[in-house]
T-cell receptor, first 111, second 117 residues
Framework: GQNIDQPTEMTATEGAIVQINCTYQTSGFNGLFWYQQHAGEAPTFLSYNVLDGLEEKGRFSSFLSRSKGYSYLLLKELQMKDSASYLCAVRDQTGANNLFFGTGTRLTVIP | GAVVSQHPSWVICKSGTSVKIECRSLDFQATTMFWYRQFPKQSLMLMATSNEGSKATYEQGVEKDKFLINHASLTLSTLTVTSAHPEDSSFYIC?????????????FGEGSRLTVL
Protein backbone atom coordinates (compact mmCIF):
# COMPACT_ATOMS: atom_id res chain seq x y z
CA GLY A 1 0.00 0.00 0.00
CA GLN A 2 0.86 3.66 0.06
CA ASN A 3 1.09 6.18 2.86
CA ILE A 4 1.64 9.82 1.96
CA ASP A 5 1.78 12.59 4.56
CA GLN A 6 1.72 16.35 4.13
CA PRO A 7 0.85 19.20 6.49
CA THR A 8 -2.80 20.12 6.18
CA GLU A 9 -2.45 23.87 6.10
CA MET A 10 0.27 26.51 5.85
CA THR A 11 0.27 30.29 5.77
CA ALA A 12 3.01 32.47 4.32
CA THR A 13 3.55 36.11 3.43
CA GLU A 14 3.62 37.53 -0.07
CA GLY A 15 7.19 37.74 -1.35
CA ALA A 16 8.48 35.14 1.10
CA ILE A 17 9.66 31.56 0.60
CA VAL A 18 7.71 28.52 1.76
CA GLN A 19 8.63 24.84 1.89
CA ILE A 20 5.95 22.17 1.81
CA ASN A 21 7.11 18.76 2.96
CA CYS A 22 5.90 15.34 1.93
CA THR A 23 6.87 11.98 3.35
CA TYR A 24 5.83 8.73 1.79
CA GLN A 25 5.93 4.99 2.14
CA THR A 26 5.25 2.88 -0.89
CA SER A 27 6.07 -0.62 -2.05
CA GLY A 28 7.06 0.22 -5.61
CA PHE A 29 8.27 3.81 -5.87
CA ASN A 30 8.44 5.06 -9.43
CA GLY A 31 8.45 8.83 -9.20
CA LEU A 32 6.98 11.67 -7.17
CA PHE A 33 4.84 14.48 -8.51
CA TRP A 34 3.69 17.80 -7.17
CA TYR A 35 0.42 19.27 -8.38
CA GLN A 36 -1.26 22.59 -7.70
CA GLN A 37 -5.01 22.72 -7.29
CA HIS A 38 -7.07 25.87 -6.93
CA ALA A 39 -10.42 25.48 -5.22
CA GLY A 40 -13.00 23.88 -7.49
CA GLU A 41 -10.54 23.24 -10.28
CA ALA A 42 -8.60 20.25 -11.53
CA PRO A 43 -4.97 19.79 -10.47
CA THR A 44 -2.20 21.12 -12.68
CA PHE A 45 1.25 19.60 -12.90
CA LEU A 46 4.12 21.39 -11.19
CA SER A 47 7.08 19.05 -10.96
CA TYR A 48 8.38 15.52 -11.21
CA ASN A 49 11.25 13.80 -9.37
CA VAL A 50 12.41 10.26 -9.85
CA LEU A 51 16.08 10.61 -8.88
CA ASP A 52 17.48 12.16 -5.71
CA GLY A 53 18.14 15.85 -5.81
CA LEU A 54 16.64 19.19 -6.63
CA GLU A 55 14.62 20.07 -9.71
CA GLU A 56 14.18 23.78 -10.32
CA LYS A 57 11.55 25.37 -12.50
CA GLY A 58 11.23 29.10 -12.16
CA ARG A 59 9.91 30.07 -8.74
CA PHE A 60 9.18 26.45 -7.89
CA SER A 61 11.68 23.76 -6.91
CA SER A 62 11.16 20.20 -5.80
CA PHE A 63 13.54 17.97 -3.90
CA LEU A 64 13.56 14.21 -3.47
CA SER A 65 15.38 11.81 -1.17
CA ARG A 66 14.38 8.27 -1.97
CA SER A 67 16.30 6.75 0.94
CA LYS A 68 14.37 8.94 3.36
CA GLY A 69 11.03 8.74 1.58
CA TYR A 70 10.94 12.51 1.60
CA SER A 71 10.24 15.34 -0.77
CA TYR A 72 9.61 19.04 -0.51
CA LEU A 73 8.20 21.71 -2.77
CA LEU A 74 9.82 25.11 -2.44
CA LEU A 75 7.98 28.21 -3.57
CA LYS A 76 9.94 31.44 -3.84
CA GLU A 77 8.79 35.05 -4.19
CA LEU A 78 5.30 34.08 -3.17
CA GLN A 79 2.41 35.72 -4.95
CA MET A 80 -1.21 35.94 -3.87
CA LYS A 81 -2.18 33.67 -6.76
CA ASP A 82 -0.07 30.92 -5.20
CA SER A 83 -2.81 30.41 -2.61
CA ALA A 84 -3.97 26.90 -3.47
CA SER A 85 -3.71 23.29 -2.39
CA TYR A 86 -0.45 21.52 -3.20
CA LEU A 87 -0.74 17.81 -3.73
CA CYS A 88 2.12 15.37 -3.37
CA ALA A 89 1.58 12.23 -5.44
CA VAL A 90 3.62 9.06 -5.62
CA ARG A 91 3.61 6.71 -8.56
CA ASP A 92 3.57 3.06 -7.69
CA GLN A 93 5.04 0.77 -10.34
CA THR A 94 3.01 -2.19 -9.20
CA GLY A 95 -0.16 -2.53 -11.20
CA ALA A 96 -0.90 0.27 -13.64
CA ASN A 97 1.68 2.77 -12.43
CA ASN A 98 -1.07 4.61 -10.64
CA LEU A 99 -0.61 7.93 -8.91
CA PHE A 100 -1.63 8.05 -5.28
CA PHE A 101 -2.19 11.43 -3.73
CA GLY A 102 -1.51 12.80 -0.30
CA THR A 103 -4.15 14.80 1.50
CA GLY A 104 -2.78 18.04 0.08
CA THR A 105 -1.47 21.15 1.79
CA ARG A 106 -3.69 24.21 1.68
CA LEU A 107 -1.40 27.22 1.34
CA THR A 108 -2.71 30.69 2.11
CA VAL A 109 -0.60 33.63 1.02
CA ILE A 110 -1.25 36.80 2.99
CA PRO A 111 -0.22 40.37 2.10
CA GLY B 1 1.05 19.53 -23.20
CA ALA B 2 -1.80 17.10 -23.53
CA VAL B 3 -5.41 18.20 -23.15
CA VAL B 4 -8.13 16.28 -21.37
CA SER B 5 -11.71 17.46 -21.54
CA GLN B 6 -14.45 16.42 -19.16
CA HIS B 7 -18.18 16.93 -19.51
CA PRO B 8 -20.42 18.01 -17.89
CA SER B 9 -18.75 20.42 -15.48
CA TRP B 10 -21.80 20.60 -13.23
CA VAL B 11 -24.70 18.24 -12.87
CA ILE B 12 -27.59 18.20 -10.44
CA CYS B 13 -29.83 15.16 -10.36
CA LYS B 14 -32.54 13.57 -8.28
CA SER B 15 -31.83 10.66 -6.00
CA GLY B 16 -32.21 7.36 -7.81
CA THR B 17 -31.27 8.59 -11.26
CA SER B 18 -28.11 7.80 -13.19
CA VAL B 19 -25.52 10.29 -14.38
CA LYS B 20 -22.91 9.85 -17.09
CA ILE B 21 -19.65 11.79 -17.14
CA GLU B 22 -17.44 11.82 -20.21
CA CYS B 23 -13.68 12.17 -20.34
CA ARG B 24 -11.90 12.79 -23.63
CA SER B 25 -8.25 13.10 -24.52
CA LEU B 26 -8.29 15.75 -27.23
CA ASP B 27 -4.84 15.61 -28.79
CA PHE B 28 -3.45 12.24 -27.79
CA GLN B 29 -4.48 8.64 -27.43
CA ALA B 30 -4.91 7.37 -23.92
CA THR B 31 -4.90 3.63 -23.50
CA THR B 32 -5.38 4.18 -19.79
CA MET B 33 -7.49 6.77 -18.01
CA PHE B 34 -7.99 7.22 -14.30
CA TRP B 35 -11.06 8.30 -12.38
CA TYR B 36 -10.72 10.14 -9.09
CA ARG B 37 -13.22 11.41 -6.57
CA GLN B 38 -12.61 14.36 -4.30
CA PHE B 39 -14.71 15.41 -1.33
CA PRO B 40 -14.50 18.99 -0.02
CA LYS B 41 -11.14 19.84 1.51
CA GLN B 42 -9.85 16.34 0.90
CA SER B 43 -7.39 14.97 -1.60
CA LEU B 44 -7.99 12.94 -4.71
CA MET B 45 -9.02 9.35 -4.16
CA LEU B 46 -8.39 6.96 -7.02
CA MET B 47 -11.59 5.13 -7.88
CA ALA B 48 -10.62 3.05 -10.86
CA THR B 49 -8.28 2.60 -13.77
CA SER B 50 -9.99 2.53 -17.13
CA ASN B 51 -8.36 0.43 -19.84
CA GLU B 52 -9.33 0.75 -23.49
CA GLY B 53 -11.11 -2.33 -24.70
CA SER B 54 -11.15 -4.13 -21.38
CA LYS B 55 -12.77 -3.99 -17.97
CA ALA B 56 -11.85 -1.28 -15.53
CA THR B 57 -9.78 -2.04 -12.47
CA TYR B 58 -11.45 -0.75 -9.33
CA GLU B 59 -9.78 0.30 -6.11
CA GLN B 60 -10.76 -1.39 -2.90
CA GLY B 61 -14.05 -0.13 -1.54
CA VAL B 62 -15.36 1.22 -4.84
CA GLU B 63 -18.52 -0.53 -6.04
CA LYS B 64 -18.10 -1.50 -9.67
CA ASP B 65 -21.83 -1.98 -10.14
CA LYS B 66 -22.51 1.52 -8.93
CA PHE B 67 -19.72 3.29 -10.79
CA LEU B 68 -19.78 1.90 -14.30
CA ILE B 69 -16.74 2.69 -16.38
CA ASN B 70 -16.51 2.24 -20.11
CA HIS B 71 -13.43 2.96 -22.20
CA ALA B 72 -14.88 2.62 -25.67
CA SER B 73 -12.03 4.17 -27.63
CA LEU B 74 -8.51 5.47 -27.21
CA THR B 75 -9.84 8.97 -26.59
CA LEU B 76 -12.99 8.44 -24.56
CA SER B 77 -13.82 7.02 -21.16
CA THR B 78 -17.16 7.38 -19.40
CA LEU B 79 -18.14 7.08 -15.76
CA THR B 80 -21.79 6.38 -15.00
CA VAL B 81 -23.00 6.84 -11.45
CA THR B 82 -26.00 4.54 -11.24
CA SER B 83 -28.90 5.09 -8.86
CA ALA B 84 -27.18 8.13 -7.41
CA HIS B 85 -27.74 9.09 -3.80
CA PRO B 86 -26.85 12.26 -1.89
CA GLU B 87 -23.71 10.63 -0.48
CA ASP B 88 -22.45 10.30 -4.06
CA SER B 89 -22.30 14.08 -4.33
CA SER B 90 -18.67 14.87 -5.00
CA PHE B 91 -16.15 16.27 -7.45
CA TYR B 92 -15.23 13.60 -10.01
CA ILE B 93 -12.03 14.08 -12.00
CA CYS B 94 -10.63 12.01 -14.82
CA UNK B 95 -7.04 11.94 -15.93
CA UNK B 96 -4.91 10.35 -18.60
CA UNK B 97 -1.29 9.77 -19.37
CA UNK B 98 0.23 10.61 -22.74
CA UNK B 99 2.99 8.47 -24.18
CA UNK B 100 4.51 11.64 -25.64
CA UNK B 101 5.30 12.96 -22.19
CA UNK B 102 8.29 11.15 -20.70
CA UNK B 103 7.64 12.00 -17.08
CA UNK B 104 4.44 10.06 -17.10
CA UNK B 105 2.56 12.88 -15.45
CA UNK B 106 -1.19 12.76 -15.45
CA UNK B 107 -3.23 15.34 -17.32
CA PHE B 108 -6.49 16.10 -15.66
CA GLY B 109 -9.88 16.99 -16.98
CA GLU B 110 -11.70 20.02 -15.61
CA GLY B 111 -13.68 17.90 -13.18
CA SER B 112 -17.41 17.29 -12.83
CA ARG B 113 -19.24 18.44 -9.75
CA LEU B 114 -22.16 16.13 -9.02
CA THR B 115 -24.92 17.15 -6.64
CA VAL B 116 -27.57 14.58 -5.85
CA LEU B 117 -30.73 15.97 -4.30
Amino acid sequence: GQNIDQPTEMTATEGAIVQINCTYQTSGFNGLFWYQQHAGEAPTFLSYNVLDGLEEKGRFSSFLSRSKGYSYLLLKELQMKDSASYLCAVRDQTGANNLFFGTGTRLTVIP
Amino acid sequence: GAVVSQHPSWVICKSGTSVKIECRSLDFQATTMFWYRQFPKQSLMLMATSNEGSKATYEQGVEKDKFLINHASLTLSTLTVTSAHPEDSSFYICSARSRRVETGELFFGEGSRLTVL
